[in-house]
């Protein structure tokens, strides 16, 4: 039956209810001589049974009874058996939403992970899961505490603070043993909430060190050979041996190429055991922009315009060697990348928020916007055959993107195919310095 139906029904059978009663009143009160004493008390009477229900429904709801389902047929009735539907269908939404918190609770248990729920203005953990309190050292349910008082480092504070969702803090140190190593993930739960995800990383790390010590040694057992290679060929002169003459020039310029890539994995090797500067000076840039325009005139050798601006006035804070050892990589990048009567301007200016930017543009080939993202992962190549010709070792824009990092810098990059290419190296106004006078004409 629809609910417009029900609804008549119910009205109507009131009512008849109500017309019966009256009736009888009447012909009671016509045969007794009291029609009006007779139908009042009949009103009288329906009005104190509907008090009556009216009192026995309030009563259930106050005491948060069950009201029964009842298959009546007057409006009172429909009521409570409307109420009971609507009792019934709020249980089963909380018994469903139940199921589904403890679904959730029960996966975030299980998860591998240290997982902890913290409350963003006053960093008290909320909620954490088994492997938390096994991690972390935390005590039993509900007595957690602050997440500053478990992450005492200042670091890890200033983290939380910043409220720094897109960046995981990789390698802090366990509040229960130094050496076991933790990266920290935190993720917006609710606006006044964080889910904060703490991952043992540990045997990572160990094996990242690993990869690297083996990269650091194999390079280095190569230089010594490598030298000895090298060394016997530049004895070996082309003039005595015309026969070998392509050969000897082949093999000169191959182990010139290898002697080239062991130097770039070590600068590299060098670069990933730093994790800040040990010390800063002032990088003088008007000489290190002069040397790089006769880096960059030698490598063309007149075969390129090439430009260089220095409008900033001021000096970078860093290390010299490896500033150069970055700018260089991208200078010659472009001379590599363009082709002849090609133009290259090498540009140095401060930026709006007080930084400053090293921008080197070409006019040349262009990298195609898909290989943008993963140009400073190491020996990635957009093309293998120009790379190779150019003499590249695939390492120049991964030495650039850790030099950077080590001075707080950002590369940007961006380039069109058959127009040319921008790499700007970016630095905060904390790596600037006023440029001392004297030195702009060195
Ligand atoms: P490589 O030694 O091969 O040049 P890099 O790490 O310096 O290695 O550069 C990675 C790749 O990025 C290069 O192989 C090249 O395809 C591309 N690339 C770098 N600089 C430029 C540029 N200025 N113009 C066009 N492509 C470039």
């Given at each position: 039956m629809t609910v417009g139906a029900l609804l008549r029904r119910a009205w109507r059978a009131s009512v008849a209810r109500l017309l019966a009663i009256f009736a009888a009143a009447a012909l009671l009160g016509w045969w007794l001589d009291a029609l009006w004493p007779l139908l009042a008390l009949s009103a009288f009477a329906i009005l104190g049974w509907h008090y009556w229900r009216l009192h026995r429904l309030l009563a259930r709801l106050y005491q948060r009874r069950r009201l029964r389902d009842i298959d009546g047929r007057g409006l009172w009735d429909d009521l409570e058996m409307l109420l009971h539907r609507r009792q019934n269908e709020g249980r089963a939404r909380t018994k469903r939403l139940l199921g589904l918190v403890r679904g959730y609770r029960r996966a975030a248990t299980l998860m591998p992970d240290a997982v902890l729920l913290v409350d963003r203005d006053s960093g008290r953990i909320d909620w954490c899961n088994r492997q938390a309190r096994e991690l972390l050292g935390l005590g039993p349910q509900g007595s957690e505490g602050t997440v500053g008082a478990v992450f005492p480092d200042a670091t890890v504070r200033a983290w939380l603070d910043v409220g720094q969702t897109d960046e995981p803090l990789l390698d802090q140190a366990s509040p229960l043993d130094a050496n076991v190593r933790l990266s920290l993930r935190l993720l917006p739960y609710s606006p006044s909430q964080w889910l904060l995800v703490v991952r043992d990383v540990t045997k990572l790390l160990r094996l990242e060190q690993l990869r690297r010590d083996f990269v650091a040694n194999v390079s280095h057992e190569l230089r010594t050979p490598l030298t000895v290679v090298h060394g016997y060929l530049d004895i070996l002169d082309a003039d005595d041996y015309p026969e070998l003459g392509p050969m000897l020039d082949e093999m000169r310029k191959q182990s010139a190429r290898m002697s080239q890539l062991v130097e770039d994995l070590l600068t590299l090797s060098r670069l990933e055991a730093?994790?800040?500067?040990a010390h800063r000076e002032v990088v003088a840039m008007a000489p290190l922009l002069l040397t790089l325009k006769r880096e960059a005139q030698a490598l063309s050798a007149g075969r390129h315009q090439i430009h260089v601006e220095d409008s900033a006035n001021i000096d970078l804070l860093g290390s010299t060697r490896e500033l150069h050892s970055a700018f260089s990589n991208l200078v010659s990048n472009a001379v590599r990348y363009t082709p002849v009567d090609g133009r290259i301007d090498v540009r140095f200016e401060r930026t709006a928020d007080g930084g400053a930017v090293l921008a080197v543009q070409d006019s040349g080939y262009g990298i195609p916007a898909q290989h943008l993202p993963r140009l400073t992962e190491r020996f990635y190549r957009v093309s293998t055959s120009r790379a190779r010709e150019t003499g590249g070792t695939g390492l120049g824009l991964s030495i650039v993107k850790h030099v950077l990092n080590l001075h707080q810098g950002r590369l940007d990059i961006r380039s069109e195919v058959g127009k040319g290419s921008v790499f700007a190296c970016v630095f905060g106004p904390e790596a600037v310095v006023e440029r001392a006078r004297g030195t702009d004409e060195a």
């Amino acid at each position: 039956m629809t609910v417009g139906a029900l609804l008549r029904r119910a009205w109507r059978a009131s009512v008849a209810r109500l017309l019966a009663i009256f009736a009888a009143a009447a012909l009671l009160g016509w045969w007794l001589d009291a029609l009006w004493p007779l139908l009042a008390l009949s009103a009288f009477a329906i009005l104190g049974w509907h008090y009556w229900r009216l009192h026995r429904l309030l009563a259930r709801l106050y005491q948060r009874r069950r009201l029964r389902d009842i298959d009546g047929r007057g409006l009172w009735d429909d009521l409570e058996m409307l109420l009971h539907r609507r009792q019934n269908e709020g249980r089963a939404r909380t018994k469903r939403l139940l199921g589904l918190v403890r679904g959730y609770r029960r996966a975030a248990t299980l998860m591998p992970d240290a997982v902890l729920l913290v409350d963003r203005d006053s960093g008290r953990i909320d909620w954490c899961n088994r492997q938390a309190r096994e991690l972390l050292g935390l005590g039993p349910q509900g007595s957690e505490g602050t997440v500053g008082a478990v992450f005492p480092d200042a670091t890890v504070r200033a983290w939380l603070d910043v409220g720094q969702t897109d960046e995981p803090l990789l390698d802090q140190a366990s509040p229960l043993d130094a050496n076991v190593r933790l990266s920290l993930r935190l993720l917006p739960y609710s606006p006044s909430q964080w889910l904060l995800v703490v991952r043992d990383v540990t045997k990572l790390l160990r094996l990242e060190q690993l990869r690297r010590d083996f990269v650091a040694n194999v390079s280095h057992e190569l230089r010594t050979p490598l030298t000895v290679v090298h060394g016997y060929l530049d004895i070996l002169d082309a003039d005595d041996y015309p026969e070998l003459g392509p050969m000897l020039d082949e093999m000169r310029k191959q182990s010139a190429r290898m002697s080239q890539l062991v130097e770039d994995l070590l600068t590299l090797s060098r670069l990933e055991a730093q994790e800040a500067l040990a010390h800063r000076e002032v990088v003088a840039m008007a000489p290190l922009l002069l040397t790089l325009k006769r880096e960059a005139q030698a490598l063309s050798a007149g075969r390129h315009q090439i430009h260089v601006e220095d409008s900033a006035n001021i000096d970078l804070l860093g290390s010299t060697r490896e500033l150069h050892s970055a700018f260089s990589n991208l200078v010659s990048n472009a001379v590599r990348y363009t082709p002849v009567d090609g133009r290259i301007d090498v540009r140095f200016e401060r930026t709006a928020d007080g930084g400053a930017v090293l921008a080197v543009q070409d006019s040349g080939y262009g990298i195609p916007a898909q290989h943008l993202p993963r140009l400073t992962e190491r020996f990635y190549r957009v093309s293998t055959s120009r790379a190779r010709e150019t003499g590249g070792t695939g390492l120049g824009l991964s030495i650039v993107k850790h030099v950077l990092n080590l001075h707080q810098g950002r590369l940007d990059i961006r380039s069109e195919v058959g127009k040319g290419s921008v790499f700007a190296c970016v630095f905060g106004p904390e790596a600037v310095v006023e440029r001392a006078r004297g030195t702009d004409e060195a």
